[in-house]
């Protein structure tokens, strides 16, 4: 009787399995006798498959219906969003971005990011290295103090994408691997090309001789001339090229082209003028610019800041001028925090020259950073000099802050019966460990902070 019992259970299970599956011959399975290896593959097999298909499927719906968080975003936008308020919709800048800006977020760093500059330290620069530096600043306003220094010939290092014009063409030894990884990456979209380097330092003495050259080619008076000279040569002791950190494009044409430059940054070539920003260059002098550079628009005329600062002058459309008039508003206690275009976010702020021979630099003891002066001193002495300091965070952080707030109350609530000295005493080493006593940690990938603190330091510069 209990034989009779346990073969009719075997019985209606599989006979109910297979009227609701239909299984094949292969799959079915009959418990009361060992399963053959044959069919055990089978079975993992299809069971393989099944799980790869719901592995598609769940893939392919994420990708045709994302997230709310990720829907929402907008590439080429900065959000404005104040503390005090929900986030609402940003107004009509008068700042323009350029057509392919990537999701770009510019902040003053929060008490919630503090930890970024926790451990710091300090290194002394000595009064004339605020002349030096990827981001000093030299135009009609402010002279170079640079005649050469930190220059290498190009022919030592050039590459087969690219020709200069003589072998004396030189760059500053910073910005030699940006270029030549620029123009490998150029002439791989575009094959062999007629691109030529026509100039890049020049030395004092040159400078008054194109100066000189350029007066006679205008055709004016004295002073006529000198004015209209000025318009397209810098005044001597006044060029970007005398830096080194600048370089002039032109055209190796067989016919020899048209008088003057033949590179106007367009066809092909609008790829350079285009992407420079990703390798630290920026077009130096753009168009309906001229009342802040001095200088009409030249697409030929590059120059080197170094990342991120050349992609965000790209984005925002500025000068170098608008840029460094940014920066200078933000030091260590509202520093910026800047996301490049691959993702990896950066450190800004600025600390302002001291009157004596040195000036002591706060800098990060956890992060790489680097220093570079502004230059912006004038012939007489008279300026906003100080030193940029660039700090390459990597990943995002974000501090946790204990105690808690809960926590917080809860010991306010314990210690309300102690005498009111107490109580004051205990909310002070609370507010201190708040402010102090923090952890960083790294945001996993594909999540984000949901900040409510971010601004653009560009509203208000035009």
Not at 135 to 160: A, Q, Y
Request: negative net charge.
């Amino acid at each position: 009787m209990y034989y009779h019992r346990k073969k009719t259970t075997v019985y209606r299970k599989n006979s109910a399995l297979r009227r609701f599956f239909n299984l094949p011959p292969i799959l079915r399975v009959d418990f009361d006798k060992p399963v053959p290896h044959r069919q055990q593959f089978a079975i993992m097999g299809t069971v393989l498959v099944i799980s790869c298909a719901l592995f598609l499927c769940v893939y392919l719906f994420q990708m045709l219906y994302p997230t709310a968080e990720e829907s929402t975003e907008t590439p080429g936008a900065s959000s404005t969003v104040t503390s005090e308020k929900p986030a609402e919709k940003k107004p009509e800048s008068s700042v323009q971005e350029s057509s392919a800006a990537p999701v770009r977020n510019v902040t003053s760093i929060s008490s919630a990011d503090k930890a970024i500059l926790k451990n710091m330290t300090t290194v002394t620069k000595e009064a004339d290295e605020v002349y030096k530096g990827a981001l000093i600043l030299v135009n009609k306003n402010f002279p170079s103090r640079l005649n050469g220094e930190n220059v290498e010939l190009v022919l030592d290092h050039i590459t087969g994408d690219y020709a200069v014009s003589d072998y004396t063409v030189g760059f500053a030894v910073d910005m030699i691997d940006p270029f030549n990884k620029m123009m490998a990456d150029f002439s791989e979209e575009f094959g062999e090309t007629d691109i030529l380097v026509s100039c890049g330092y020049r030395s004092l003495d040159t400078q008054k001789k194109l100066l000189m050259e350029e007066k006679e080619l205008s055709g004016y008076g004295p002073e006529e001339s000198e004015s209209q000279a000025e318009q397209w040569v810098a005044p001597p002791g006044f060029s970007e090229h005398q830096t080194g950190l600048a370089f002039d494009f032109d055209l190796n044409l067989p016919n020899g082209g048209k008088v003057g430059i033949n590179y106007d940054g367009e066809g092909d070539y609008a790829w350079l003028n285009k992407n420079c920003a990703d390798y630290g260059f920026i077009l130096r002098y753009l168009k309906d610019k001229e009342d802040i550079t001095g200088y009409q628009y030249e697409p030929w005329h590059f120059r080197y800041v170094g990342l991120p600062h050349a992609q965000y002058i790209d984005d925002h459309h500025i000068t170098l001028e608008e840029y460094l008039e940014m920066v200078q508003t933000h030091t260590t206690d509202n520093a910026i925090l800047m996301k490049d275009r691959d993702g990896i976010n950066w450190c800004i702020y600025y600390v302002p020259a001291s009157d004596g021979d040195t000036t002591e630099i706060p800098v990060p003891q956890d992060y790489e950073y680097s220093i570079s002066g502004n230059n912006m001193v004038d012939e007489n002495g008279q300026g906003s000099g100080g030193f940029i300091v660039t700090v390459k965070i990597g990943d995002y952080v974000e501090e946790i802050i204990e105690p808690s707030k809960t926590e917080s109350s809860r010991e306010t609530s314990v210690n309300s019966s102690e005498p009111s000295v107490t109580s004051e005493n205990t909310q002070e080493e609370s507010s201190s460990q708040s402010s102090n006593e923090v952890t960083v940690i790294d945001i996993p990938d594909g999540e984000s902070s949901q900040r409510v603190d971010f601004f653009d330091p560009l509203q208000g510069v035009y």
